[in-house]
Antibody, heavy 121, light 105 residues
Framework: QVQLQESGPGLVKPSETLSLTCTVS??????????WTWIRQPPGKGLEWIGD???????DYNPSLKSRVTLSIDTSKNQFSLKLSSVTAADTAVYFC?????????????WGQGTVVTVSS | YEVTQSLSVSVALGQTAKITCGGD??????VHWYQQRPGQAPVLVIY???YRPSGIPERFSGSNSGNTATLTISRAQAGDEADYYC?????????FGGGTRLTVL
């Protein structure tokens, strides 16, 4: 069973950079069959796609966040990561990592449990 | 691209619930559906309009035509109470609907 696990600080100060890592088990981020994705959900609100990364390092980002987002992938650790710069309170959310199948532009078949990130001084 | 969902749908226990997802010519796109119970991660219940992942009951089905995609839940159970989100792609961006809260009465 594929498992994804998010990790990183739960509290980030305004204007700083949010950094999260997703560790994948029972699958390989080096597999050519999937993209690896970040999605977030503000409190009480819906889901927002942040971006995808492929094993080659190719990325796609949500245009609304593109100027602040950087995704990276570490095949040796079987992990991929998210950096979101210049955060504000509006970036407070549960952040999920997920596997995207049927790419490009497919569906998300496995998700991490999510990690809560609060932006506050 | 705007994807619209009703805020809430109610269904009597054992009856059929229909949750809709609207968008301009959404019938030309692949629509995927996710179930999210409170405090949990979303779970894929329908992909590519009509396909059910392994482990999802046959009571869940989907359709997509024109400007509306529909998730149908037959013989609704208490455990089906959750938020349901549709998802599509447009111009290389993934869009989610705002979510529909399903209440089983």
């Amino acid at each position: 069973q594929v498992q994804l696990q998010e990790s990183g600080p739960g509290l980030v100060k305004p204007s700083e950079t949010l950094s999260l890592t997703c560790t994948v088990s029972s699958d390989s981020v080096n597999s050519g069959n999937y993209f690896w994705t970040w999605i977030r959900q503000p409190p009480g609100k819906g889901l927002e796609w942040i971006g995808d990364i492929y094993r080659s390092g190719n990325t796609d980002y949500n245009p609304s966040l593109k100027s602040r987002v950087t995704l990276s992938i570490d095949t040796s650790k079987n992990q991929f990561s998210l950096k979101l710069s210049s955060v504000t309170a509006a970036d407070t959310a549960v952040y999920f990592c997920a596997r995207q199948r049927d790419f490009p532009r497919g569906y998300f078949d496995y998700w991490g449990q999510g990690t809560v990130v609060t932006v506050s001084s | 691209y705007e994807v619209t969902q009703s805020l809430s749908v109610s269904v009597a226990l054992g009856q059929t619930a229909k949750i809709t997802c609207g968008g301009d010519n959404i019938g030309s796109k692949n629509v995927h559906w996710y179930q999210q119970r409170p405090g949990q991660a979303p779970v894929l219940v329908i992909y590519r309009d009509t396909y059910r992942p392994s482990g999802i009951p046959e009571r869940f089905s989907g359709s997509n035509s024109g400007n509306t995609a529909t998730l149908t839940i037959s013989r609704a159970q208490a455990g089906d109470e959750a938020d349901y989100y549709c998802q599509v792609w447009d111009s290389s961006t993934a869009f989610f609907g705002g979510g529909t809260r399903l209440t089983v009465l």
